[in-house]
């Protein structure tokens, strides 16, 4: 009796161990089931947002086509009746156009390109820029067959044309040439305009000499108190860049161009741009 009532104890404890197991597994499965339905839906979700890429991508692919073609505005307006947002879906195909027809600038350097009339040669046109400033634009025609030639240009006669032809080896490949000369005339450019902003921005600055190709530009500064004046000669001897790799000063003072304080105008003279160094050493009180 005993050992039946004993065995009978254990199985119902064994029976109750077992529901409080399967109690505590089930919180456990409900939060598994959840994160397997948020995934689910996720991935749903994924699935649509690739759906319509996919068909965005399709009409892009037309409307670009039709655009390859120069189709007529007719055509267009029979593509708006077959998208919906076809407004919105005809300008993301003009930005992928105007982005492929930049990507293709680049590749040929930037340069303005075309064919010339009679076939056997190209127009190239360089733009300049100094700080944002779209400043002149030069042009060449070259000539392809039978070997590249420079047939006509409208480049400043102090550029060294012919030089930088053969520096670049223009009958191996025209992109370095035109490179070194896109580099001479920026930087012809830029000096340029820096002398016109001396000009204009700071009138106690006074330009005593300056040469044709801006490499040479001496000026005269007057001390705060008036007491005397420094001549400032600037050389541009690397004519690929618009600051200068040499500053020399005179003055009657003989002590002045080698103080430490006209040793640091010379160091900002040589790192900035003319026109920004005499405003930075006007504000230290170096000049009037």
């Known amino acids: 009796m005993e050992g039946s009532s004993s065995e009978g104890v254990l199985s119902h404890l064994s029976l109750l161990e077992a529901r409080v197991r399967s109690r505590k597994n089930q919180p456990q499965q409900l939060s598994r089931v959840k994160e397997l339905r948020a995934e689910v839906a996720a991935l749903m979700m994924h ?18 086509t039709s655009m390859d073609k120069q189709c007529t505005h007719e055509e267009e307006e029979g593509v708006d009746e077959e998208f919906e947002n076809s407004q919105l879906l005809w300008l993301m195909a003009r930005h992928t156009q105007l982005k492929d027809l930049l990507n293709a600038h680049h590749l040929i350097g930037g340069y303005d390109i075309i064919k010339t009339s009679h076939g056997k040669g190209v127009c190239v046109s360089l733009a300049t820029a100094y700080d ?86 001496v000026l005269m500064f007057t001390l705060p108190k008036g007491e005397t004046a420094v001549l400032c000669t600037l050389y541009y001897m690397d004519h690929t860049r618009c600051l200068p790799t040499r500053v020399h000063f005179e003055s009657e003072d003989d002590d002045l161009p080698v103080s430490p304080e006209w040793k640091n105008n010379s160091s900002l003279l040589k790192e900035t741009p003319v026109h920004k160094a005499l405003t930075t050493m006007k504000k230290m009180g170096n000049i009037a």
């Open 47 to 64: 699935r649509d947002q690739l759906k319509a890429e996919i068909q965005t991508h399709q009409n892009l692919q037309k409307l670009r």
């Open 132 to 217: 944002g400033l779209y400043l002149d634009t030069y042009n060449l025609e070259i000539d392809l067959k039978p070997t590249l030639r420079i047939r006509r240009h409208n480049i400043p006669p102090f550029i060294p044309l012919n030089s930088l032809a053969e520096q670049s080896n223009m009958q191996t490949s025209i992109r370095p040439f035109l490179d070194l000369l896109s580099q001479h005339l920026n930087a012809f450019a830029g000096r340029k305009q820096q002398l016109k902003l001396v000009k204009e921005q700071h009138p106690s600055v006074e330009v005593m000499e300056s040469n044709v190709l801006c490499t040479v530009l």
